[in-house]
């Protein structure tokens, strides 16, 4: 079992910047695919980011490509999401995932295992 606890979201301006991190528990964490998803009220939650269990491979949503970057370190059980140039249309409920078999389906929800609680993100305009 994997227990997710995201933490670093909050209240920031358009063009501002945050840095979410989740903490994993469990001694497997490092063989696991990792991944960002948000939920925005009345939306269906979407991808965000994936990261291998390596962290030499990445994947972005078109929407955030070249002003989120997600990382890990294998050694904290920690998976980060670094938000650069925040747009209103990223307020949503950030989670994070893990995916116990690294499938090919890092893009969706029903490849990952285990899920975080959430945490707020909201951007002013």
């Known amino acids: 079992q994997v227990q997710l606890v995201e933490s670093g979201g909050g209240l920031v301006q358009a063009g501002g910047s945050l840095r979410l991190s989740c903490a994993a528990s469990?001694?497997?964490?490092?063989?696991?695919?990792m991944g960002w998803f948000r939920q925005a009220p009345g939306k269906e939650r979407e991808f965000v980011a994936a990261i291998l269990w390596s962290g030499i491979r990445t994947y972005y949503a078109d929407s955030v490509k070249g002003r989120f970057t997600i990382s890990r370190d294998n050694v904290k059980n920690t998976v980060y999401l670094q938000m650069n140039r925040l747009k209103p249309e990223d307020t949503a409920v950030y989670y994070c995932?893990?995916?116990?078999?690294?499938?090919?389906?890092?893009?969706?929800?029903?490849?990952?295992?285990?899920w975080g609680q959430g945490t707020q993100v909201t951007v002013s305009s």
């Open positions: 995932a893990a995916d116990r078999e690294s499938g090919s389906s890092w893009y969706a929800t029903y490849e990952y295992d285990y």
């Open positions: 469990g001694r497997t964490f490092s063989s696991y695919a």
